[in-house]
């Protein structure tokens, strides 16, 4: 504790003091722009991986980030993300997952955390779609490689959850909201986004050096609530008009996977 | 999106280049010191305001730092401090409310969320004991001065209900847990700690400044389920032998609140 | 059923023909001072042990005086406390449990329960904090003896979820509320009153026997949201002025439990 | 306090001492022959006014001795239910009703408990069925006279509600267990049970006055789980062959309630 109080001591004379009119301002209000779901896990800090400042990112987290599916629960989950996009008019959530996630070491001993931790072994009740997808479809898979596999498949499972909710559909019909998979990897410090046509896991800032195309998330058609709004590693999504989204593997040298790690993650969505 | 991505790119090319051989190190796993509980709100950055590094703080964050009380929910509030308690063995929890918070503001004009936000107005039932309270209390306080009184009264409540679950009861009863009640003050950026004995927010890092007291967290008195751990300004609460907590009025120059502001926190109890 | 058909017509002809000025006034509505939260057992009769007249105990019975906290179920529990806080005006709640209880029992053989009472295993969740700090901190011991530190530890734990509700914790914000621990065992016909100073299970009674001390309990310490009132064996749990509270070891004659009792309610901390 | 002090060393050196044998015994375990349910109001000992003994009711008290139906919620009252059944054997339940009910009239008012006891306000959910039946069959009534009805009437919604538990329903079935409504009135002291019969709550003990009759409850037949056993006032509510039950005007003169407040009381069944 001494070490954090003399760091609240540091933190008002360094970083307050050369921004009291930022700290002015948010006294005022918040207008955050991202709803950022991740894990409780300490290795992770949202503002420091984005280099995001305060006020910028709004923040769930939660062992596992896990948004169970409306009407599940009547935990916190439900009311910060209705807060988020109903209160703040938050258009762009993204669902971040990382490597060596404890929770989803948990999904794959399920039955030990019955005893030991009743609270996380029902908490996994809503990573059972995950749970069942990989022991359906990536049996062959064990140790390191199908922990990642889990924790990757695991924040589309809990996009699909989070589509659920009536005000994340009816923004979601309106073309108004974005939805995003990340993940973070400790050992690298980097993030990989879902790309929904590459069905893969890529370095998303890759694309920013080669062009600079404008970042305007476009509207994704009227029917786009049955299609996740992934980042793009070409940040554009989906053309306005409605079509179907364009390939782009020519502009994106996905150089970041192995073609192993590729084949693992096409796998889960190949079947589609 | 596009500021966001370039910050992850940023993020790599500076901190995660200078701090490599943390990453590696906490690639290998966490052992967090600190559960770290408080709001979704934008304006916060845990890591930043108490400047402690990747790898200390587990985080809960939702709208309101609401805890449920054991068993009312089966969000994910009650497996993440299961999972902290149990599996990572934190031994210090901060319940970290903020001024300005919204989900406080919902709390004075419930009946208005009922149709409009029916999560939150849900959500905001573990709030209850705080409005209540504030209702019967504080009824002469409004506006600015109502909020700030109910933000102070809701981290204390939180605790409350924390104290109900069962990993947290049997470490309590051990002496192995500290809970402190936090406040933010986002305008000042500065931290109140609760003072069980001045029944005050009070200003922690005075304390430091002062004294270098040893932080060693002693061990509350004997059943220490009767007694709340909070954040002492002395930064030792009870003396280990079990005795009852020393006065320390003499070396705590609480000149942190207005006279005001001490005396609207302390009215609650004063008309006893 | 001809044996209480008999005793109804055994009490009009006596007691009530006796007291028919109490009924009637009775009859106007009652005012009970005290709320008492106790088992269902057979053996247990709270008017008889306390001599209580009628009209003067408000009385919640179930298996295993047990009090989910609040929000955690939708019984008669709450509504109950409820009606007594807010409806009468009660102040003062006693929490009784009981020797050889066989609710606590079930505590000990929970997966036994869970195909045979399902009911019963369930209700058992509310009383799982006194099971996991039991078998966190208690392990060495068994059998009766196991059983009567059940049956102390849950009478806090229960006081604990009590805690939760709205109306108590304004209540108890406002000095206007006491919670006492009691264990009624019946082999000795006595009660045992949970003494926090000494944190262990006392007999409230000695303490009238060496002083005629004025009854009136004093108001708890400022906020008192964060200090139990527990039974005192004095009478006088805490200073009026909102001081620490002082000891009373000198005129406390500490002789009910043998050492071996003592000690063992005391171990459960000793560890620390 | 001190007087329920004083109250528990009187009891030890009075009731106590006289009765060693009874509690040496009673501490080697219960075997109560009645579940008695009743309201928690400070008016009512149920001991007292039965002239019972320690350990012959197992007890459940709650706001309006309400019986939510089984799977309605998680409270305490099917988890009491059930152990009384299914552990002790217990094969004769009360459910003890009394005038100047403050539950019952809540249910009189129910909109202006929303806001004032919410708890209570949901609980009365459980005696809807009662509110509703008073509403559309007694709207003629009014104040003493409504209030005196919804009692009565509210006894035999929660002995409806009560046989939709398991354990209930099988014990029913099998012809192992017996039901009794009772109303307790405060301002005579006097019991009135329900006569099925007469579709009228009559007084139980003038029958043992006038006969000798075998109290042996004989078995319901098979299909006994349509048919509520109540209190008969001769003691012999079916015969065992499954036929229907023999009217027993004769040998009942039913002086107790007058003209009007039978034909109050039957109208509710006079329905079916």
New interface residues.
Partial sequence: ????????????SS??SANEEL??Q??H??K?R?LFITC??????P??????G???????????N?I?PFG?????????????I???DIQ?I?VCGH??C??MKGLMKLDSLRV?????H???KYAEATRRLVKDNYSHYEGEELLEIIIAENVLTQIENLRTYPVIRSKLHQGQL?I?AWIYQ??????LAYDPQKHAYVL??N???SSEID?T?LSPPLNSNVEIHF?KTQ?RPFQSSGELPIPTHEWFPMTVLSPEQMERIYRGSATK
Same sequence: chains 1, 2, 3, 4.
Wanted: a negative charge; proline letters at 4%; hydrophobic letters at 40%.
């Fill in positions: 504790m001494k070490k954090l109080i003399k760091g609240l001591r540091e933190f008002k970083y307050f700290f002015e948010l006294s209000g918040q955050p991202v409780s896990d300490s290795r992770i800090d503002n420091l991986i984005t280099q995001a305060l006020g910028e990112l709004f923040v769930i987290r939660n062992a596992g896990i169970p599940a629960t009547n935990g916190g989950e439900g009311a910060t993300i209705e807060y988020a109903q209160a703040l762009q993204i490597s060596h404890g929770a030991e931790m009743p609270l996380v029902d908490w996994l974005s995003y400790i050992e690298t410090g980097e993030i998303p800032q694309q920013l050096l970042e998330l980042t940040q």
